[in-house]
């Protein structure tokens, strides 16, 4: 990540993923708990390849706040009540409070009290939305 | 505090992904797809029941021995005050930080179980009264409460399977017994194979009234050995041993003469044989408030017919009064003949006219209703529940609604 970049994630709201780890970011794809959209799950489509904002790739406000289930066992030290699978990593991106805002240029975070969506920033190709998830990749950092 | 849909819905999705996990199964699509489910009833639920089921996960670790406790210990005086004071969610939080020995597993799943089905989450409890049964097969009272859990909640393969272990036990208390035959009686199939469940619960139900009899009097338990009998002789009944049946709900009668369920029983069963019988005990029944509607059913038109008017008033009035199990037949049947009595009483015609026009709301196809309110004599008193449905509506809410004997 250059130094721009992180100047930017100083003002990025902090956030909370749990994905499977493909060395030392998450993997990114358009499965479970990946980085990127499931379609259709996580995305409002326009029309076959375009989306808009209101849906987006989950994420959390914070650990304690995630559902037990989707906090790896792998946790269980730190989190007795972790029941999710095995092998995956929970992953921070941002710092700043978890709010309504934007993430980058084409991301926005619909922040709710315990969970949120990071959501396209305005209507655009799926793929747009999805290449502006992949590269936050660099931007998550295991817990 | 009531528990919202949601959470119930929770805790049977959360024990459904721990057993799936102790199946090997968390691999597969069907975890993920569970997890998916899951997060619905999560974010429904309210910020107080995330909190409490958070600790149902951290509970339910302890089934595949993943269970963290928390580094700050809990003293057993805390606990017995929690438990005391019945303070359940406290008693799970302190058994999160449990450290005393003495603690062993089955007893925790045991106490745990306690906890969560007090708190209203059934099927929690029954995860750990299982897992306390399973753990420690020779203890009785773990045995029964995980096959009431089960029965309760209608889990017919587990129930099923957990009488069966019990069947094969010889040294089961006499609950257990019980238990496992209400489970056969209520579990039995439509077909040609329900003949076998009962004669299994008849063979159960004589084991458990066996080993209660030969106790001291004064340390018999005469509800329990009651129900025992009267659970035989719905057995006996459906296998077509109506002279057993009867000598059942007899011997019922003389532990606990006062039981309004075996005097239905016995009252039915005679009304074929001797109906002055059947109303010695119909009249039993109804003199104790029962809530059963059959012995006002049968008593109430044998009162008419003698043209004891005013008995027959107070029968149908004590059924609006204690009668739980009316449906708008009966109902119809006790307006019907509550107006007859009155019209017969010269009661005034506006109160006559209206208990017969209450009667034609709740069956409006009975065309002998509007007969019976244009006659002023020669009345027809019929019952319109046949004896047969009547016997068989009985034995059915037994099966499902009769109370199974308390743990020790």
Known sequence: MGEQEERKDVRIPCMFRTMWPDGARPRVGTDRDVLGARVPADVNLVEAARVRPGKGMSVFRSIQQMPPFLIPKDYLARFPEAGGKRGKTIWRLGTEGFANGPVTDDLVLRAGSAHGALEPAREMPLDAYQAALAATRDGWVPV | ?408
């Open chain 2, 1 to 408: 505090m009531s528990i919202s849909p949601s959470a119930l819905k929770h805790q049977i999705e959360a024990v459904q992904l721990f057993r799936l996990v102790q199946a090997g199964g968390d691999e597969s699509e069907d975890g993920d797809e569970l997890r998916d489910m899951m997060l619905v009833s999560w974010e429904e639920m309210t910020d107080h029941e995330r909190e409490l089921l958070r600790g149902l996960y951290r509970d339910l670790h302890m089934l595949s021995k993943d269970e963290v406790l928390d580094e700050e210990p809990a003293t057993m005086d805390q606990f017995r005050v929690a438990w005391k004071s019945k303070d359940y969610t406290l008693v799970l939080h302190l058994l999160r930080k449990r450290r005393d020995p003495g603690l062993t597993d089955d007893k925790v799943a045991y106490i745990r179980g306690r906890a969560w089905g007090e708190l209203g989450y059934r099927e929690a409890a029954l995860a750990f009264t299982t897992y306390a049964a399973d753990a420690s097969p020779h203890n009785g009272t773990y045995a029964y409460l995980a096959l009431v859990d089960a029965i309760e909640l209608d889990h017919v393969d587990e129930a099923l399977a957990r009488a069966a272990a019990i069947e094969a036990r010889e040294d089961a208390p006499i609950r257990s017994f019980i238990a496992a035959a209400h489970a056969l009686l209520r579990f039995a199939p439509d077909d040609d194979a329900a003949r076998r469940f009962y004669e299994r619960a008849a063979a159960l139900l004589t084991r458990a009234i066996e080993t209660e009899s030969a106790r001291l009097p004064t340390e018999q338990l005469p509800g329990l050995l009651a129900e025992a009998y009267i659970e035989l002789g719905i057995c006996r009944e459906m296998l077509g041993d109506v002279n057993g049946a009867h000598d059942s709900y007899s011997d019922a009668l003389k532990v606990d003469p006062k039981n309004d369920a075996a005097l239905t029983a016995r009252g039915l069963l005679l009304m074929n044989t001797d109906e002055r019988a059947a109303e010695r005990d119909f009249e039993r029944a109804v003199q104790s408030g029962t809530p059963l509607v059959w012995p006002y059913l049968y008593l109430a038109p044998m009162y008419l017919g003698r043209e004891e008017y005013r008995a027959c008033i107070q029968v149908c009035s004590a059924a609006f009064k204690h009668a739980l199990d009316q449906g708008d037949e009966q109902r119809a049947n006790f307006y019907e003949w509550l107006a007859i009595a009155n019209r017969a009483c010269r009661a005034p015609e506006p109160i006559v006219e209206d208990l017969f026009a209450r009667a034609g709301e709740r069956a409006p196809l009975n065309l002998r209703i509007d007969e019976n309110r244009r006659r002023q004599r020669d009345w027809e008193v019929v019952r319109d529940t046949s004896l047969e449905e009547s016997r068989l509506r009985f034995r059915e809410a037994h099966k499902w609604q009769s109370p199974l004997p308390a743990a020790a």
